[in-house]
């Protein structure tokens, strides 16, 4: 049968990934959620949108006679990481997952870590204060119980509906970002607190480098459980796996 891969995207690494691909002459289909209007357009065929849970997965899996599944997705896109784990196996189609490890601080640093979204919302009801909300759109009305402070929010597109926070100030941005920039960033919005998931990688890491310069306090919130699965770190790895896939899988 002819490789044909189906990449989980929506990150920096899948893009990466799908140069790789490409570039080798494999075929394969990157996938997103649709989350931003203008994904990043990719050197192979793209597809939008849920496939309607495990089983829509897996049957996508079979009519497309996916021979590889890799899942590039963001380290907090857990429910996606378990779906493809379930379909996979259902489907017999060999999965991998290409991750990256989370952030660790370093000297200078001043981090406080949270188990998840909930608790940074409830670490955040205290006096009023700049924060910059580095979260994802998706995430902002989780913090509508702290309506006192005023947050400084970066999102990929201009919001289209009010926001769920009162005191808001909202940068329309695409990373990779860099330590200068979010130092004056931080520096122009007078920021008191960073709130950040732990993404990994590098295209968001400035405004944690910004942060220990500026000596900021940064709220991080920790990844999800994600389900038990091969991973591996690099494109490189994973068109390794791809030619020597029989030995490994699910
Ligand atoms: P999620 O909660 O794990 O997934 C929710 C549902 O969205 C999934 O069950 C699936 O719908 C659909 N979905 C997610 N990723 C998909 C993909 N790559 N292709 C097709 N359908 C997908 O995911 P999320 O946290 O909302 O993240 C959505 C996407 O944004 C992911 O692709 C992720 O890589 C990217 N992203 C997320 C974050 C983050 O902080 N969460 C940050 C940067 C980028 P069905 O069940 O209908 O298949």
Redesign the pocket.
């Known amino acids: 049968m002819q490789t044909n891969l189906l990449i989980?995207?929506?990150?920096t690494e899948a893009t990466a990934l799908a140069r790789a691909v490409a570039e080798a002459g494999l075929a394969g289909t990157v996938?997103?959620?649709g989350?931003v209007e203008r994904p990043v357009r990719q050197p192979l065929p793209q597809r939008v949108?849920?496939?309607?849970?495990t089983d829509?997965?897996a049957t996508y899996l079979r009519d497309h006679k996916i021979t590889h599944l890799v899942d590039a997705?963001?380290p907090?896109?857990?429910?996606?990481?378990f779906?493809a784990v379930a379909a996979a196996t259902a489907a017999q189609v060999p999965l991998v997952a290409l991750t990256r490890p989370p952030w660790r601080a370093q000297a200078g640093d001043d981090w406080t870590h949270v188990p998840d979204i909930g608790a940074a919302v409830a670490a955040l009801d205290r006096a009023p204060c700049n924060v910059m909300l580095a979260v994802?759109r998706?995430h902002l009305a989780d913090f509508a119980p702290n309506p006192q402070h005023r947050y400084l929010l970066r999102l990929v597109d201009p919001p289209k509906t009010a926001l769920p926070l009162p005191l808001t100030e909202t940068v329309v941005d695409r990373g990779p970002f860099s330590e200068a920039a979010d130092t004056a960033l931080m520096q122009a919005h007078n920021i008191d607190l960073i709130v950040s998931?732990n993404?990994g990688g590098t295209g968001a890491y400035a405004k944690l480098a910004a942060a220990r310069s500026l000596r900021l306090p940064v709220l991080m919130i920790d990844r999800p459980a994600q389900p038990e699965r091969s991973e591996l770190a690099t494109p490189a790895d994973i068109l390794n796996w791809v030619h020597h896939s029989t030995d490994l899988g699910v």
């Not at 949108?49 to 849970?53: H, Q, S």
């Open positions: 989980l995207g929506g990150t996938s997103f959620a989350r949108g849920g496939f309607g849970g829509g997965l997705t963001h907090f896109a857990a429910q996606m990481s779906n994802g998706m998931k993404s």
